[in-house]
């Protein structure tokens, strides 16, 4: 099996094999697709962010299309990666996602114009932080984590490899959070795998 499987040969996969498993070893592992053959430009890529928000090389990596070749949403599994890509980030610390929830938190109080914001932001995404995971890139920019963010992902296009494409970070407070999110994802398309193959 090769290590960017086509999406039949992930169909099979995911028949085959526990979700979790998948996670780690086709989600979470390796070096992406989008790198294939030069290392030394994902390298870049998780230094520069690793340095610029104070965290571990392994606590990020590149997920989605850019990870595998192909869509893994359940609602464009199999479009293949592309030119126009973007490039999907996972972050993983919970001191970055509970000083910036803190800072969501004391945000109501302390800024009475940014009230109203702040509560369609709780009841926009309420249940993703419930689920372990923020887009900093949405928070207001009264919260430091939000200008950090921004400009840790916006400086990557100063290289010249990265330069050409999008990149987006999602932040979860734990591996466990991140894993569950994506065997969610796989799950949703494992049941429209075997629905194919049942007619």
């Known amino acids: 099996m090769s290590e960017y499987p086509t999406k039949e040969e992930f169909e099979l996969i995911l028949r085959d094999r526990r979700l979790e498993e998948v996670v780690d070893q086709f989600v979470f592992q390796g070096v992406p697709y989008v790198f294939a053959g030069r290392d030394a430009d994902y390298r870049v890529l998780r230094r520069h962010i690793s340095s610029g928000l104070g965290i571990a090389p392994g606590e990020m990596t590149l997920v989605g299309s850019g990870r595998i070749g192909f869509s893994l949403s359940p609602e464009t599994f199999g479009r293949p990666f592309s030119e126009t890509s973007d490039l999907d980030v996972v972050v993983v ?3 970055l996602f509970d000083v ?3 800072d969501l938190l004391r945000a109501r109080p302390r800024y009475r114009w940014l009230r109203p914001w702040v509560q369609q932001w709780y009841d926009d995404h309420k249940r993703h932080v419930y689920n372990g995971r923020i887009w900093p890139a949405k928070l207001p920019g009264v ?3 939000s200008t950090r963010w921004f400009d840790v992902f916006k400086s990557l296009s100063r ?3 990265l330069a050409d494409r999008e990149v987006h970070g999602l932040l979860y407070r734990t ?3 991140a894993r569950l999110y994506h065997r969610y994802g796989l799950s949703k398309i ?3 795998v075997r629905g194919t193959l049942e007619n």
Do not use: N, T, V
């Open 93 to 95: 610390s919970a001191d």
């Open 100 to 102: 910036a929830w803190l």
């Open 143 to 145: 919260i430091g984590l």
């Open 159 to 161: 290289y010249p490899e």
């Open 175 to 177: 591996w466990d959070h």
């Open 190 to 192: 494992a049941r429209q």
